[in-house]
């Protein structure tokens, strides 16, 4: 009857024990940024709080892509504790409907691989003619300069002016056939790209103009540098 006893502690200990676990809790699985223009960047949060009897250990909180940057929470928190995930998105190059993703990765045995949303609509006042911040200029022969054209169209409603460009370096130059844009106008800009080194390369130009939903405009230009034959 002791021995029976002692079993019967024994067990009772043990699912003690083994009864603690982390549990993770989240504020909210999807951040709404709400509405931005294009080249704005936003912040949002993430509340991780452990609402288990047991450490939760924190092992990575990722972002899934460079238009996404974190501030890193504690590496762990006690039960009832809890830590704030800082998040900002950088809006350059979109357009539209955008949703991206953080994954975090924690101990809770339920809840190992979580993904929180982050959405919001991006506006324009210029918008791309090829709704892309990207221009493709595919192969360029070493030492030899490409032409060609992109542009915008004025779809704010009111007048725009360029203020003024900027590049990335000497390798790239611009030409812009007008510095006002009245509502409907297109601005047609003609990029020159010199092409020094061997392999993939990429340039890009800013435009400052005087709307403040948009007073900052990038565009890039990426390439193929090969040598001549």
Sequence with gaps: MKQTGWILLIVLFGVGISSGQPKLSLNKPVVDLGTIYSGMKKQGKIVLRNIGTDTLRIYSVQPSCG??????????????????????????????TVEKHVNIVTNDPLAQNVTVTLSAVVKEDLESISHSSLLWLGNIVQGKTLVQNA????????????????????????????KVLNPNDTLQIQVSVKAEKPGYGSESFTLETDSKNQPRIEMRASFVCIKEK
């Design 151 to 178: 542009g915008y169209k004025n779809i704010s409603g009111r007048r725009i002016k360029i203020n003024k460009f900027t590049t990335s370096s000497s390798s790239i130059s611009v030409r812009l056939d007008k």
């Design 67 to 96: 238009c996404t940057t974190v501030k890193q929470p504690k590496s762990f928190l006690l039960p009832s504790e809890s830590d704030v995930v800082e998040l900002e998105f950088n809006s350059t190059g979109y357009h539209g």
